[in-house]
């Protein structure tokens, strides 16, 4: 069974940086890209970034120039380092593959707040 479990969110000051991780199990790692999701509450989940698969590298505009995504296939672990963050990227972080299956981890928050 696929499961995804996220980590690394926290408080941060505005300008600050965190690194989220993402444990992957239960599917076939190196055959799918993998992408970040974020989540603030009454809205859709809305994609963040990609790596691997026919995308490529991409990432939303908003968090172009400060977030980093990257994976270790061997670890299965996909990472997004987020750096100058701003209080519009509060919000609970997910990954999932790409294109996303319909299981979800429990996500880790983010707070951008002096």
């Known amino acids: 069974q696929v499961q995804f479990v996220e980590s690394g969110g926290g408080l941060v000051q505005p300008g600050g940086s965190l690194r989220l991780s993402c444990q992957v199990s239960?599917?076939?790692?190196?055959?799918?890209?993998m992408s970040w999701f974020r989540q603030t509450p009454g809205n859709p989940r809305d994609w963040v970034a990609s790596?691997?698969?026919?995308?490529?590298?991409s990432y939303v505009d908003s968090v172009k120039g400060r977030f980093f995504i990257s994976r270790d296939n061997a670890e299965k672990m996909v990472y997004l380092q987020m750096n100058n963050l701003k209080p519009e990227d509060t919000a609970l972080y997910y990954c999932?593959?790409?294109?996303?299956?319909?299981?979800w981890g429990q996500g880790t928050q983010v707070t951008v707040s002096s």
């Open positions: 239960g599917l076939d790692f190196n055959r799918f890209g």
């Open positions: 790596i691997g698969g026919s995308a490529g590298i």
């Open positions: 999932n593959r790409l294109p996303p299956v319909g299981v």
